[in-house]
């Protein structure tokens, strides 16, 4: 079992950026294919990112593609999401997430553990 936290999320200019992490323990995160996700009041949880084992495969949401950016640190056990050229509807609770299935996914149902989520909120 694996425990997660993220963290780094605040309230950012639309345009800023802001660089979420997650942090593992309990198991080591080289067991899993890690994903971010994103939750807006009213809505359902959707797909941001996600990236393999060992970081050589990586999926965007089209949305985010070109300003968002996953990488982990196995050795430190953390997962990042770099967010670039924010907007408005960017704002959310994002939510870091590991699957330790055998392939990478964009589906919520897929993930075994989630974090608590950090809150990030884009001015107009």
């Known amino acids: 079992q694996v425990q997660l936290v993220e963290s780094g999320g605040g309230l950012v200019q639309a345009g800023g950026s802001l660089r979420l992490s997650c942090a593992a323990s309990?198991?080591?995160?080289?067991?899993?294919?890690m994903g971010w996700f994103r939750q807006a009041p009213g809505k359902e949880r959707e797909f941001v990112a996600v990236?393999?084992?060992?970081?050589?495969?990586?999926y965007y949401s089209d949305s985010m593609k070109g300003r968002f950016t996953i990488s982990r640190d196995n050795a430190k056990n953390t997962v990042y999401l770099q967010m670039n050229s924010l907007k408005p509807e960017d704002t959310a609770v994002y939510y870091c997430a590991a699957d330790g299935g055998l392939r990478v996914s964009r589906t919520v149902q897929e993930y075994d553990y989630w974090g608590q989520g950090t809150q990030v909120t884009v001015s107009s």
């Open positions: 309990g198991r080591t995160l080289s067991s899993y294919i």
């Open positions: 990236m393999s084992r060992s970081g050589t495969i990586t």
